[in-house]
Nanobody, 117 residues
Framework: QVQLVESGGGLVQAGGSLRLSCAAT????????MAWYRQALGKERELVAS???????NYADSVKGRFTISRDNAKNTVYLQMNGLKSEDTGGYYC???????????WGRGTQVTVSS
């Protein structure tokens, strides 16, 4: 069974940084596209960044140049380095693992990021 556990959220002032981590178990991590989504209060969940097994990254326009997604296949962990945080970055951040061939689309429980202005 796939399990994703996020960590690293918290309260930070605008302009600050946080690094989120997502540890995955029960999945062939090296063959999995990993992604971070976020959901602000009253809004739909949106893609923040994704990273394919071949390290091809994709970012939402709102975070380009500020956030960096990376992965450590030896640790089955994906990271999201967030710099220059803004109040509009506040929300729940969710880790996602996707393998199309095996029809896997798994979610973590999320970690809260709150940016104070």
């Amino acid at each position: 069974q796939v399990q994703l556990v996020e960590s690293g959220g918290g309260l930070v002032q605008a302009g600050g940084s946080l690094r989120l981590s997502c540890a995955a178990t029960g999945i062939s991590f090296g063959f999995t596209t990993m992604a971070w989504y976020r959901q602000a209060l009253g809004k739909e969940r949106e893609l923040v960044a994704s990273l394919t097994p071949r390290e091809s990254a994709n970012y939402a326009d709102s975070v380009k140049g500020r956030f960096t997604i990376s992965r450590d296949n030896a640790k089955n962990t994906v990271y999201l380095q967030m710099n220059g945080l803004k109040s509009e970055d506040t929300g729940g951040y969710y880790c996602n693992a996707k393998q199309s061939l095996l029809s896997i689309n798994a979610w973590g429980r999320g970690t809260q990021v709150t940016v104070s202005s």
